[in-house]
């Protein structure tokens, strides 16, 4: 959408927008329409230039500003937006359809709700709901209600979170209080944003990987420091102080192009070398496991030792026979 | 009598607030029904300042003078048309919106037929209507019946659920997002402020991910509901050119951060699977003179019978019964996310087994080696010597090419 269309849209939204709820804030209004300050001024003052012919000023659209408020009149004829075009009716129920099957069965209820109510204001010909459930799926293992909103309920009544949390990173099961700030969806996966009490920082966990949470009736504050604290998004490559570097065959380098994971890409005879940051090796020792013979490690040097040592110690658990040990022997005793 | 202001006087150069304020006082000059107005606008004024209005892309100098902005022409050419009682004809329009006047006939009709295909793009019903009864000259009006978004009554909990879809739907990750943000931008009045449960934060989610390529979403998955088969060049992963294909596309499913579509290819002439960001070409139609569909999904077809194929089912070989010991560590989460498709038992220490179906070798290494010493293959003997051949193979490759014997 160009620039001067997206503008127009806007503001035949935001006309009615303003005559249904007179006084709206600045803040507000640059939330809903997802603009600053400045481009919002811009939307009025052009608003305030249009009106019906002859454009004296009692023909044209009144804009007035009282303090932090909107107020606008004489535009009765903007009073509603633009009926939603047959790509819009069905782009909305895909998207909320979308969004149930991620979200669960606690937030899909409400947008079930939503979605039968504008299928009955507008009407909907061209698609039945049965349609989309047999043309789309998106599930996840993470979208699970028990543990989703509860989540979302810590967040929005900052009560603090108790729970047992498998860190990939480290390949340990923790116990951790944290202060929930935001959920998130990114990657196929849900993200948690908190305050991690343990560590004194804000870190993002896969919500899929918290094995229990109790929401704990103890209430936090968050602080300014806490919500500006938040780490670079889950979704962007690992930033950190390690610089590991691995190159792939050209068998498997179609397939490491399309990871978010690296940062660049240099293409070698032999294969592809990939480059990504990291603070910890512990997880990248498992993907390196994961990938095989098809990956050399370039860089660094500690790397290459610690998956040499972990892979003895798998080979001597594989050099037992199967079925012999007792059953209260875990496997993960065997490890080096 | 109120004065009234040409488009010149409107489109004076430079167009300030100020200028425009200027005239408004200049205005009141003549007639005192414009002190309200120059009043109520003068707070907007201030806090705008006086810098001037950027340009639309639209906009075209005329004579050295800067034109009226396209986006202030088609505001009020909509608003025009809306308030019509009786369609209105060209030479009204061209006379009565700045921004038209100053072209010349010709250039005015061009402008105007622009305008109007653009506005009916958007959905904006412009009608052409007889004037009279002859039905010899017509005009345009825009009905308000057909423009007017009917008003929906959500209740807070819809609100939420439906801001929630916004931001989703704005992240660009979902076929027909741009329609889903543009229809959600015409439901706002009806969704009201940030956070409709009356909260003082905005509700505490978000959506962050990378845009996928929307056009392909979208054709895919119009194609899949309208039963149209398309055409596309794919690049399968262990190729290195992408190759033309033919496919019924019968659904489509998100996993793990990527788009799948699932679907009759001609080309291997079975079933397949199509990963949407290794399609090299634009989806086409095959059959775009066909109003109706070329295909139909067989009876019994269930998208997530397909959706949730793992990697090791995902080959030609004979199937084989592989059980896993995990430890109490990641039991739990193995359990939760394949616990519905596989037999899984606990063991008394916590740990678990799990029975899969492997059809291909590799990938059953991957997914277990990937759990590193948190995993076992109990059986068959023939996957866990599979196994240990792969950990040999890393071990000489780590040693430099010396051969290995655990």
Redesign the interface.
């Known amino acids: 959408?160009?620039?001067?269309?997206a503008?127009?849209?806007?503001?035949?939204?935001l006309i009615?927008?303003v005559?249904?709820?007179q006084g709206?804030t600045f803040r507000?209004l640059c939330?809903?329409?997802?603009v600053t300050r400045e481009q919002l001024?811009?939307d009025?003052?052009?608003?305030?230039?249009?009106?019906?012919?002859?454009?004296?000023?009692?023909d044209?659209i009144?804009?007035?500003?009282?303090g932090d408020r909107v107020f606008i009149?004489m535009a009765d004829?903007?009073?509603?937006?633009?009926?939603?075009?047959p790509?819009?009716?069905?782009?909305?129920y895909?998207?909320?359809s979308?969004?149930a099957r991620?979200?669960g069965p606690a937030?899909s209820s409400?947008?079930h709700?939503?979605m039968r109510?504008?299928q009955r204001?507008?009407g909907m010909e061209e698609?039945s709901p049965e349609?989309?459930e047999?043309?789309?799926?998106?599930?996840?293992?993470d979208s699970?209600e028990e543990v989703l909103s509860p989540l979302?309920e810590a967040?929005?009544e900052h009560r603090v979170v108790e729970m047992e949390y498998?860190s990939y990173g480290r390949?340990?099961?923790t116990r951790r209080r944290v202060h929930?700030?935001?959920?998130?969806?990114?990657?196929?996966?849900w993200y948690l944003h908190a305050w991690d009490e343990m560590s004194g920082e804000v870190r993002v966990f896969r919500v899929?990987?918290i094995?229990d949470l109790e929401v704990t009736k103890e209430r936090f504050t968050p602080h300014r420091e806490e919500e500006a604290g938040r780490k670079g998004?889950?979704?962007t490559p690992e930033s950190g102080e390690i610089v590991v570097r691995l190159r792939f065959s050209l068998?498997l380098a179609?397939?490491a192009r399309?990871q978010?994971l690296f940062s660049e890409f240099q293409e070698e005879k032999e294969g592809l070398v990939c480059t990504l940051r990291t603070d910890s090796l512990s997880w990248l020792?498992?993907?390196?496991?994961?990938?095989?013979?098809e990956v050399?490690?370039l860089h660094p040097p500690e790397l290459?030792e610690r998956?040499?040592r972990?892979?003895?110690?798998?080979?001597?658990?594989?050099?037992k026979r199967?079925?012999r040990r007792r059953?209260?022997?875990?496997?993960?005793s065997?490890?080096p | 009598m109120?004065?009234?202001?040409s488009a010149a006087e409107?489109s004076s150069s430079p167009r300030t607030?100020r200028a425009?304020f200027v005239e408004?006082i200049h205005?009141f000059l003549y007639s005192r029904?414009?002190i309200s107005?120059?009043v109520?606008?003068m707070?907007?004024l201030a806090?705008?300042g006086d810098k001037s209005?950027?340009g639309?892309?639209?906009e075209k100098r005329v004579g050295g003078r800067s034109a009226v902005?396209?986006?202030?022409r088609?505001?009020?050419l909509?608003?025009?048309l809306?308030?019509a009682r009786r369609p209105v004809t060209l030479e009204q329009i061209r006379n009565?919106?700045?921004g038209y006047q100053q072209e010349s006939a010709a250039s005015f009709k061009r402008m105007f037929e622009r305008d109007k295909s653009?506005l009916r793009e958007?959905?904006?019903?412009i009608r052409v209507e007889p004037l009279d009864a002859f039905g010899e000259e017509t005009g345009y009006r825009i009905p308000?019946e057909?423009?007017?978004?009917?008003?929906?009554?959500?209740?807070p909990?819809?609100?939420?659920?439906?801001l929630?879809?916004h931001r989703?739907?704005?992240g660009g990750l979902?076929?027909?997002?741009?329609?889903?943000?543009?229809?959600?931008?015409?439901?706002?009045?009806?969704?009201?402020?940030?956070n409709p449960?009356g909260?003082a934060r905005?509700?505490?989610?978000?959506?962050?991910?990378?845009a996928e390529a929307l056009e392909k979403l979208g054709a895919f998955?119009?194609a899949?509901?309208r039963r149209k088969t398309v055409r596309f060049a794919y690049?399968s992963?262990?190729s290195?050119k992408p190759r033309e294909r033919l496919v019924d596309p019968?659904?489509?499913?998100?996993?793990?951060?990527?788009w799948y579509v699932v679907g009759h290819c001609h080309l291997r002439g079975e079933m397949r699977i199509f990963r949407v960001?290794r399609v090299e070409s634009d989806v086409v139609l095959e059959h775009p003179e066909n109003p109706g569909p070329d295909f139909e999904?067989p009876p019994d077809f269930r998208?997530?019978d397909h959706?949730r194929v793992l990697p090791w089912e995902f080959e030609e070989g004979a199937p084989q019964e592989a059980e896993v010991?995990?430890?109490?560590?990641?039991a739990?989460?193995v359990e939760?996310?394949l616990g519905d498709i596989y037999p899984f038992r606990y063991?008394?220490?916590?740990?678990g087994v799990i029975r899969v179906t492997v059809r291909n070798e590799e990938a059953f290494?991957?997914?277990v080696?990937?759990?590193?010493?948190?995993?076992?293959?109990?059986?068959p003997p023939g996957l866990?010597e599979a196994?240990?051949r792969?950990?040999?193979?890393?071990?000489r490759?780590?040693?430099g090419g010396r051969d290995v014997r655990?």
Not at chain 1, 310 to 319: D, F, I, N, Q, T
């Open positions: 959408m160009s620039g001067p269309e503008r127009l849209r806007r503001m035949l939204a009615p927008y005559l249904k709820h709206a507000e939330e809903v329409f997802g001024i811009r009025l003052e052009l608003i305030f230039l249009c009106g019906q012919p002859d454009y004296t000023p009692a044209l009144e804009v007035s500003i009282e009149g004829y903007f009073a509603r937006p633009v009926r939603f075009t790509s819009e009716l069905a782009g909305l895909l998207a909320c979308a969004l991620l979200a937030a409400a947008l709700s939503a109510r504008i204001a507008m698609l349609e989309v047999k043309s789309l799926e998106m599930a996840t293992p699970r979302l967040c929005e498998f390949g340990e099961l929930p700030l935001s959920m998130e969806f990114g990657m196929g996966h899929d990987r094995k998004t889950s979704t068998a179609p397939w399309e978010a020792e498992r993907e390196l496991l994961r990938w095989g013979t050399e490690v290459r998956l040499r972990r892979v003895k110690g798998l080979l001597a658990l594989y050099a199967s079925g059953t209260d022997e875990s496997p993960a065997c490890a | 109120v004065p009234r202001l409107l607030s425009v408004l205005t029904a414009c107005a120059a109520r606008n707070p907007m806090s705008g209005l950027p639309e892309s639209g902005s396209k986006l202030e088609l505001m009020n909509i608003a025009m809306l308030e009565s919106i700045p653009e958007m959905g904006i019903p308000k057909d423009y007017y978004l009917p008003e929906v009554d959500f209740t909990e819809e609100k939420v659920a439906l929630l879809v989703f739907a704005s979902i076929p027909l997002s741009r329609e889903a943000s543009s229809a959600l931008l015409k439901l706002s009045p009806d969704l009201g402020g940030a449960l909260g905005p509700v505490p989610v978000r959506f962050d991910h990378p998955w119009e899949s509901v690049r992963l262990g290195s019968y659904g489509m499913y998100f996993d793990r951060g990527a960001s999904r998208l997530s959706s010991r995990l430890s109490p560590r990641i739990w989460w939760r996310d063991l008394e220490d916590g740990s290494c991957n997914w080696l990937s759990f590193a010493e948190d995993a076992e293959v109990l059986s866990r196994v240990r792969r950990l040999r193979g890393i071990l490759g780590l040693e655990s």
